[in-house]
């Protein structure tokens, strides 16, 4: 069964950093865009960024110049680089295939001092 399972989620001072991962299961990951949302308490789900098939990435305009999005298709991951991150990052944060439509289950992040 074709699953996405995220970590590194955390709890993480203002200013901080914290990588995320995303590990996809079942073949053809390379074949697919991925992207990453967040959702916090109160708040409908958010789009943050995507890679296409060939690397290319966008962001949303809240996250750029601080977050990175990136993908290994040997390890079948897509990882999200969240530097300087603020309170309003609190959320959780969700990897999807873009052509399939699969969520993955979520990771926590909170900003907080």
């Known amino acids: 069964q074709v699953q996405l399972v995220e970590s590194g989620g955390g709890l993480v001072q203002p200013g901080g950093s914290l990588r995320l991962s995303c590990a996809a299961s079942g073949s053809s990951f390379s074949m697919y865009a991925m992207g990453w949302y967040r959702q916090a308490p109160g708040n409908q789900r958010e789009y943050v960024a995507l890679i296409t098939v060939g690397g290319d990435t966008i962001l949303a305009d809240s996250v750029k110049g601080r977050f990175t999005i990136s993908r290994d298709n040997v390890k079948n991951t897509v990882y999200l680089q969240m530097n300087s991150l603020k309170p309003e990052d609190t959320a959780v944060y969700y990897c999807?295939?873009?052509?399939?439509?699969?969520w993955g289950q979520g990771t926590q992040v909170t900003v907080s001092s």
């Open positions: 999807q295939n873009l052509a399939t439509g699969l």
